[in-house]
């Protein structure tokens, strides 16, 4: 039987870290061993059991997640990480990978994202395992790598929707006091219609928004959108 490849999920907000905690428990090969709110959570969980991987969101309210991870190296942890975070600044990411992160995977995302990557980790943990030193020349240590990381830099929206018109539709989300239709949400980021709609559908089906249908008057009800994370 293949040994569980031990996940903590480490993610603030709680909607977040439930999706991608049953993310994970829907791959046969991980499972998962704790969730934690906070850097000093993290920390605590990881120091007090056997963790492979950590799935860690960069924003944390306490620490960053670049320092949760230098803390990790720094205590002698040697589980692998994958930076999960919404945060596209060059510095993060030039800092994680500097810092020895598998990869780096950017939200919102769909399952099917998440599977990929942690499906290229469990082969790359498989086959650095049943290889020995001796075989380990540079050509293959330079494969198994481009393996592990080769999607993670290449992590692409559906076609045609780029990630400056995702952000700014899910500003329109999180600042709007209710819910959004996507006629209303054009209106606010200045977007089409039609297109608003085909972010807000992908909100919605990556756990983030919330979808509902809204009567009044006459006609047909208009679906509106939710910021899951709002009140």
């Excluded at 428990?25 to 969730?35: A, E, I, N, S």
């Excluded at 709110?37 to 306490?62: C, F, K, Y």
């Excluded at 930076?83 to 810092?99: E, H, Q």
């Amino acid at each position: 039987m293949t040994q569980q490849i031990r996940t903590l999920v480490v993610e603030d907000d709680e909607l977040a870290a439930r999706a991608h905690s049953e993310y994970v428990r829907r791959l046969p090969q991980f499972t998962v061993v704790g969730v934690a709110r906070s850097g000093a959570e993290a920390l605590h969980e990881i120091t007090h059991q056997p963790v492979d991987l950590v799935l860690l969101d960069m924003n944390l309210p306490d620490l960053h997640g670049l320092e949760v991870h230098r803390i990790m190296r720094a205590r002698g942890v040697e589980a692998d990480v994958i930076a999960v975070t919404s945060a596209r600044d060059l510095t993060i990411v030039r800092g994680a990978v500097a810092n020895g992160v598998a990869q780096y995977l950017l939200k919102p995302f769909t399952f099917a994202t998440l599977r990929d990557r942690l499906t290229s980790y469990a082969e790359f943990r498989a086959q650095l395992s049943g290889a020995s030193e001796a075989e380990l020349d540079q050509r293959e240590v330079d494969r198994l790598l481009g393996d592990l990381r080769g999607g993670a830099a290449d992590q692409q929206l559906p076609k045609g929707m780029s990630p400056d018109s995702l952000e700014r539709v899910i500003g329109a989300l999180r600042s709007a006091p209710g819910a959004l239709t996507a006629t209303r949400a054009a209106e606010t980021v200045g977007m089409s219609r039609v297109g608003v709609r085909r972010y807000l559908e992908y909100l919605f089906e990556t756990g983030l928004a919330a979808r509902g249908s809204r009567y009044g008057g006459t006609g047909r009800p208009e679906i509106e959108y939710r910021w899951r994370g709002a009140p």
